[in-house]
């Protein structure tokens, strides 16, 4: 099955730098890759996506990137602010039908000093 | 849109007792919805997947007769913990993803079980 590999587990920065999290999948057939944002006691939120077509996306302060040679995708967050403190969960899956299901990454805890 | 609500967000029962949670997709049709355990400053772990109108799907390790998932409309699940122990205290988050369109899965805001 998909194994979906998240780093650092927890990363600490200075409001207004710029944060990366890193995951790495081992199954060539994922074509999904979902990135969620999961406040303390609340669901995760998902804040942007990348489908295996595309290597890039951008939405505001917050982008991904993905390189399906090397299996790995990433997530950056430009000009972080408090409000960005959280834990950040990559995941992968095979998006072709409704029944398939999301690897999780082990999450990112972070934390954004003012 | 695609808003997935979760209910009761807390709940604490006693030791033995089964407790229900459910999960609905309030403004769209949900065929598959998702059920996930989660430990403190853990990761998520799907526990089954559960089909509208059939049984529900369980991953290895997750005992069917422990956590029950009942999918009897396109836009309710439930999950119910039977003879709950401490063990059992964690929070379960359910997601559901919209009919039709097989990508985006969109989360509940959780329930925190406490077994006492």
């Known amino acids: 099955g998909e194994n979906v590999e998240q780093h650092p587990s927890t990363l600490s920065v200075q409001e207004g730098d710029s944060a990366v999290i890193k995951c790495t999948y081992s199954d060539s057939a994922s074509n999904y890759f979902p990135w969620y944002k999961q406040e303390l006691g609340k669901g995760p939120q998902l804040i942007i996506d990348?489908?295996?077509?595309?290597g890039e996306k951008k939405d505001q302060r917050i982008a991904v990137t993905l390189n399906k040679t090397a299996k790995h995708f990433s997530l950056h967050i430009t000009e972080t602010q408090p409000e960005d403190s959280a834990v950040y969960f990559c995941a992968a899956s095979m998006a072709k039908a409704a029944g398939n299901k999301l690897t999780f990454g082990g999450g990112t805890r972070v934390l954004v000093k003012p | 849109g695609a808003v997935v609500s979760q209910h009761p967000s807390r709940v604490i029962c006693k030791s033995g007792t089964s407790v229900k949670i459910e999960c609905r997709s309030l403004d769209f049709q949900a065929t598959t919805m998702f059920w996930y355990r989660q430990f403190p400053k853990k990761s998520l772990m799907l526990m089954a997947t559960s089909n509208e109108g059939s049984k529900a799907t369980y991953e290895q390790g997750v005992e069917k007769d422990k956590f029950l998932i009942n999918h009897a409309s396109l836009t309710l699940s439930t999950l119910t913990v039977t003879s709950a122990h401490p063990e059992d205290s964690s929070f379960y988050i359910c997601s559901a993803k919209i009919q039709g369109r097989g990508t985006e899965a969109f989360f509940g805001q959780g329930t925190r079980l406490t077994v006492v």
């Open positions: 990348i489908r295996s077509n595309v």
